[in-house]
């Protein structure tokens, strides 16, 4: 009986698992893991390809970018087509409680916290990952929830959540200040509705 050959480095071998229906969510995974472990900066798509086991051509085929990987890696971890109903829906009483309970809980669950950390920490030191990060968070998430809402100047509105928003994750989460770090996340979600609420609704 001879020896299995040596495994080749380079192209994976084609096949229905690696180019199957499951592959687009397999590269996500892999993005999500890549840039939480090496940060914007370091991660490439052909390290991306090589950790989900495809091949990198087809990172580019779903992907097209770096950025927009980067970009898709942060919308897996807010799922706003899946949120926003729930959070607009209801009408504008309550609007900045449910936000901040929301986005709260998408950095207390451990699941998608560490691709997030990774997410702010390379927006602080990357340009190109900033403006993904802003695009994302104003375009996709709260500037829709401000254009549902009948006040002027949404767009600003939307902006001022943002930095409220961000700003509490940056210290809880990447900076841990205390007692922001350890607080109740009940306490944290009763005093920043208020102000979420004024940001949204009030004329």
């Known amino acids: 009986?001879?020896?299995?050959?040596?495994r080749r480095r380079g192209r994976p071998p084609r096949?229905?698992?690696a180019e199957g229906p499951g592959a687009r969510e397999r590269i996500l995974q892999a993005a999500r893991a890549e840039f939480s472990e090496r940060?914007?900066?370091?991660t490439s798509m052909r390290g991306i390809a090589k950790a989900a086991g495809v091949d990198a051509a087809l990172v580019h085929h779903y992907f097209g970018t770096k950025d927009d990987v980067f970009a898709a890696a942060i919308e897996m971890s807010f799922e706003p087509a899946l949120v926003l109903p729930s959070i607009i829906g209801q009408g504008p009483d309550g609007i900045g409680e449910r936000l901040a309970r929301?986005?709260?809980g998408v950095w207390e669950?451990?699941?998608t916290r560490a691709p997030l950390l990774a997410?702010?920490?390379s927006a602080l030191t990357n340009e190109t990952a900033a403006k993904v990060l802003r695009t994302f968070v104003l375009r996709r998430l709260l500037e829709r929830i401000a254009a549902d809402l009948d006040?002027?100047?949404p767009t600003?509105?939307?902006e001022l959540a943002a930095s409220h928003m961000i700003g509490i994750a940056i210290l809880r989460y990447v900076v841990k200040v205390e007692p922001m770090a350890s607080v109740d996340t009940e306490e944290i979600v009763a005093m920043v509705a208020p102000t979420l609420q004024r940001y949204l609704t009030e004329d």
């Not at 940060?39 to 370091?42: E, P, Q, R, S, V």
Request: net charge neutral.
């Open 1 to 6: 009986m001879t020896d299995a050959a040596p």
């Open 15 to 17: 096949s229905e698992g």
């Open 39 to 42: 940060g914007y900066d370091k």
């Open 102 to 104: 929301y986005f709260i």
């Open 109 to 111: 669950n451990p699941a």
């Open 119 to 121: 997410v702010v920490r």
């Open 151 to 153: 006040v002027p100047n």
């Open 156 to 158: 600003f509105r939307a």
